[in-house]
């Protein structure tokens, strides 16, 4: 007797095959295809991407750790954590405010050619970036990456505009190529990764357009990178330097990037 034929879903239908690695290119196509689909029908073209450690906490999530050291005595080193922390919110404030202030001035441009700010869609400076450009009430791009810790979709980030990838790349690339400017707050591996990548990638010319590179937290950077140390060891040159811009204070890195925006992008 012949067996009752079966539904079989269309390839493209089958979660078999599509998570296999023979579809792998499939998946790397789709995290192509449809950022770009999405940004094209919400005209997202230029975006100001903002780097910097999922780990610094909001003023709340301070506030929550001061009261939780308070429940118990804490260690010498849980002192020196909570006073470390606190200095490093600094920085989650200053992000928002910034993100606010350009989203801003990006919404009054006249013709065509607004800024959209971007993050990592992540916590911490990440979340600062998207809550800032919120409170502004602009679009803001979240491009997160499925991580076994940290990472996870912040509240701030538009909805349709809020992106989850599997390759870390492919998520690089949608950073790089929208990006006019790149603001990088203080983080680590990640944050470095994403530095040397784009310091990289502009050095070698394989980034040709004028983009801005402000670091952040100029007692921070370079106390953590010793440039003049690369410098003299010859594995970079004083030029070199020149693709980037330190800066210590929000009034400071929003002067200089509108005004190199305009410049470059909007005169």
Do not use: D
């Given at each position: 007797m012949l067996n009752k034929p079966q539904n079989v879903p269309e390839s493209y239908l089958n979660p078999d095959?599509?998570?296999?690695?023979?579809?792998?290119?499939?998946?790397?196509?789709?995290?192509?295809?449809?950022?770009?689909?999405?940004?094209?029908?919400?005209?997202?073209?230029?975006?100001?991407?903002?780097?910097?450690?999922?780990?610094?906490?909001?003023?709340?999530?301070?506030?929550?750790?001061?009261?939780?050291?308070?429940?118990?005595?804490?260690?010498?080193?849980?002192?020196?954590?909570?006073?470390?922390?606190?200095?490093m919110t600094g920085y989650y404030k200053d992000a928002v405010k910034l993100a606010f202030l350009l989203t801003r001035w990006s919404k009054n441009i006249k013709k065509k050619g607004k800024f959209f700010m971007a993050s990592g869609g992540g916590p911490g400076i990440m979340e600062a970036a998207n809550r800032g450009a919120h409170y502004a009430k602009g679009k803001t791009v979240g491009l997160n990456i499925e991580l076994p810790f940290e990472q996870h979709p912040n509240p701030y980030i538009t909805k349709e505009l809020s992106f989850d990838f599997n390759y870390f790349f492919m998520r690089k690339y949608w950073f790089i190529y929208l990006a006019k400017a790149m603001l990088i707050f203080p983080g680590g591996f990640g944050t470095l990764d994403e530095l040397t990548e784009l310091l990289t990638l502009v050095q070698t010319r394989k980034v040709v357009k004028p983009i801005p590179i402000v670091l952040y937290g100029t007692e921070f950077w370079k106390s953590v990178i010793n440039f003049d140390k690369l410098i003299e060891y010859g594995m970079i040159s004083e030029e070199d330097m020149n693709y980037l811009y330190f800066s210590q204070s929000v009034d400071e890195a929003f002067q200089y990037l509108t005004e190199f925006l305009e410049k470059f992008y909007l005169s």
């Open positions: 095959f599509i998570t296999s690695s023979e579809a792998r290119p499939i998946r790397i196509l789709s995290e192509y295809l449809h950022p770009a689909k999405v940004f094209s029908q919400h005209k997202i073209e230029n975006t100001i991407v903002f780097f910097g450690s999922a780990r610094i906490l909001s003023p709340l999530g301070l506030y929550q750790y001061r009261k939780q050291m308070e429940r118990k005595i804490p260690t010498e080193k849980e002192i020196r954590e909570l006073e470390t922390s606190r200095k």
